[in-house]
């Protein structure tokens, strides 16, 4: 089994869990969007796949083995990127130096530049004088030149404009045109709904919806009664 696959996982934080009972399968060269409204415990359930914090039940397996037990440079090393919210550069190094603390090889860097044109002519500019969309796209190139085979993606959109946004989902799909399995967090719901294939809701801490993205996006009445708990 090659998929990234959660069992009843629940995370616990503080006085108690955050999100309870989330099964999922993410099968390669799909893409699950992960909605709900704030504080649902998106955040929190990605956490625990990539090894920030620990699962308090269930179990995580990447091609049907366990890696709960494993730290997240392991997972990582086995083929599991996270990019968390914010836009993680390294301002001191330019944009050439921080792909290359990542790629995989120089192949894989030179695909990278390929994909991300924009990085390609300022290779030499140091990631501080970015702007924040430019950024961004650092962050996913990183994660592009490291070949995943599954990516989480925790709020891309997080402090840039829609159109900005809107320019780096072709990106995301390239990701899974390439085999990658995708598990992506997004506050323009809509928009993750029509790049992804599956979807899950969560609110409250819950699963109130698991299914497919474009259903939901027909029907608002579903999404509406999700995001409510219903």
């Not at 995370?11 to 999100?19: D, E, M, N, Y």
């Not at 990539?50 to 997240?72: C, E, F, Q, Y």
């Amino acid at each position: 089994m090659t998929a990234l696959e959660l069992r009843n996982v629940t995370v616990t934080r503080g006085a108690g869990p955050v999100i309870r009972d989330v099964s999922l399968t993410v099968e390669p060269g799909t893409i699950t969007a992960l909605v709900g409204p704030n504080g649902a415990g998106k955040t929190s359930l990605l956490e625990a796949i990539s090894g920030v914090v620990a699962a308090s039940d269930g179990t995580i397996l990447m091609r049907g083995a366990p890696i709960n037990k494993l730290s997240r440079v392991r997972r990582t090393k086995l083929g599991l990127a996270h990019i968390e919210q914010g836009r993680a550069v390294f301002p001191g190094l330019t944009v050439a130096e921080n792909l290359r603390l990542t790629a995989r090889d120089a192949s894989e860097f030179e695909r990278a530049m390929e994909v991300f044109p924009e990085l390609d002519k300022r290779r030499d500019s140091p990631a501080a004088l970015l702007s924040g969309g430019e950024q961004q796209m650092v962050v996913l190139a990183r994660a592009f030149a490291a070949k995943p085979e599954f990516l989480l993606i925790d709020e891309m959109s997080l402090g840039l404009a829609p159109v900005v946004f809107t320019r780096l989902l072709p990106i995301v799909r390239r990701f899974a045109e390439d085999g990658a399995g995708i598990l992506l967090v997004e506050q323009f719901t809509h928009l993750a709904l029509g790049l992804a294939q599956h979807a899950l809701v969560v609110a409250s801490g819950k699963v109130t919806y698991q299914g497919d993205a474009q259903a939901l996006i027909n029907a608002p009445d579903l999404l509406h009664s999700a995001y409510l708990g219903g």
